[in-house]
């Protein structure tokens, strides 16, 4: 590819993703959009990019970053961060907030939904009585296919293979033709919005659970930073936050801490007066 | 007692008429630290096996095979009280809802389609509690 148009190409899925191709990962260019080329009738990459520069808003935009994202997500991913919500983080948050009877939370990069339904799953198994709070659920991804396909809830037999077990299929989705569809109550409960991380986020409440699983490793350090901020203010004193089991804070300048709860690791705001013995 | 947590001493009895897929078993299972695999070919040879050389942590098994189809393998298995805390993990090509119910009303714990793939196996594995989450 002209090196003209891999530059193109990466200041568009940077300024518009915030995502860094690093240039080893300069051949994901060409990998992945190729096949988008083939499939809109345009040949090769090279042309794509022509097509992208006359009309730099159009749906091939939004096909384009749908490439570069890596959408890879499964239902109770990493299975521990759920163990903690169950056991530990949600029995305290719900006896905390048993006046207002309400919750706040956020899966932040809810991909094609998987992560919000394990949680809705796992709430309506275990804390019946949340059917009777205020829950507002609102789940957000840069990406509109990725919306839609969470707003759907249809899911493929492999994808309801991974991480999911039997006794949740059969009880929260149904199978139609050849794949599964999530329960229409599950899928009411959640609000889903196209919510881009790396611009000005839209007024939040705020949260009591945030996840924001598996994104940041693909920002740079200043990136990170400012979404984490925005993330800690819009978190509740008592809130918890959730990273990407890879994901760490080492080097970054922001007033969080680092709890280990039931073998997942969480984030809570740093208490601003030291906590007296 | 047998020990659950630790993969090395975990034993894992693998039900299939196909040979293929005890050989593709040893192998996930293997890559999961999890050495001590036995095979049977139908639900009765496995019934024989888990009686002489029991307990098992865990029985993945098919659900069509001669002799004695999964199913009917799962409700004998129950039926036995003493085998309650091994695991069963069907493994089949089938995939409706109403089969998956019954084979979790016969006593399966939990269910994998086939084709599966190496990360199913292991987030089946997880979520029975018979191998670390990733992550
Ligand atoms: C690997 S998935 C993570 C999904 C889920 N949280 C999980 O852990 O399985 C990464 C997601 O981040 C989304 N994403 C990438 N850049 C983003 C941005 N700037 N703002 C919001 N979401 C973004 C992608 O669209 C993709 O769905």
Redesign the interface.
Request: glycine fraction near 14%; charge should be positive; charged fraction near 20%.
């Given at each position: 590819m002209k090196p003209e148009n891999t530059n193109y190409l990466r200041e568009l899925v940077r300024s518009a993703t915030g995502i860094v191709l690093e240039v080893e990962k300069e051949y994901l260019l060409e990998a992945r959009l190729s096949p988008v080329a083939h499939r809109e009738g345009l040949g090769d990459v090279e042309s794509l990019v022509e097509m992208l520069r006359m009309n730099p808003d159009g749906v091939l935009r939004d096909m384009v970053l749908d490439a570069m994202t890596t959408n890879e997500t499964?239902f109770?991913?990493?299975?521990?961060p759920f163990d903690a919500l169950r056991q530990t983080i949600l029995p305290q948050l719900m006896e905390r907030r048993a006046e207002t009877r309400t919750l706040n939370i956020w899966s932040a990069v809810c991909s094609s939904g998987q992560e919000p339904y394990s949680l809705l799953m796992m709430l309506s198994e275990n804390f019946p009585e949340l059917s009777s709070w205020n829950l507002n659920f609102l789940a957000s991804d840069v990406s509109t296919s990725m919306i839609e396909r969470a707003r759907a809830g249809r899911y493929s037999?492999f994808e309801v293979?991974?991480?999911l077990?039997?006794?949740f299929?059969?009880k929260y989705l149904?199978?139609v033709g050849q794949s599964w569809e999530m329960d229409a109550g599950l899928r009411k409960a959640v609000k889903f919005q196209v919510l881009n991380l790396v611009q000005p986020w839209p007024a939040l409440p705020t949260m009591d659970i945030i996840m924001m699983r598996n994104v940041l490793i693909y920002f740079d350090n200043a990136t990170k930073e400012k979404i984490l901020r925005k993330a800690c203010g819009c978190l509740r004193g008592d809130g918890y936050l959730f990273l990407?089991?890879?994901e760490v804070l080492m080097g970054l300048d922001v007033a969080l801490q680092r709890t280990s709860i039931d073998?997942s690791w969480c984030y809570q705001p740093e208490s601003r007066t030291p906590a007296v013995p | 007692m047998v020990d659950t947590m630790s993969n090395g001493s975990m034993r894992a009895l693998v039900v299939d008429d196909f040979q293929t897929i005890h050989q593709i078993m040893r192998r996930v299972l293997g890559a999961l630290g999890i050495h001590d695999i036995s095979d049977a070919v139908d639900g009765e040879k496995a019934l024989e096996v888990l009686e002489k050389e029991g307990p098992f942590n865990l029985v993945l098994v098919d659900w069509y095979m001669p002799v004695m189809n999964g199913l009917d393998f799962v409700r004998a298995v129950r039926a036995r009280r003493h085998h309650d805390s091994t695991k069963i993990l069907m493994v089949t090509t089938e995939a409706e809802q109403e089969s998956i119910v019954a084979a979790l009303d016969a006593g399966a714990d939990d269910y994998l389609m086939k084709p599966f793939t190496p990360e199913m196996v292991e987030e089946k594995l997880a979520i029975l509690g018979l191998c670390p989450a990733k992550g």
């Open positions: 499964s109770f991913r990493d299975l521990h037999q293979s991974r991480g077990p039997a006794s299929l059969v149904s199978k990407g089991s890879s073998g | -």
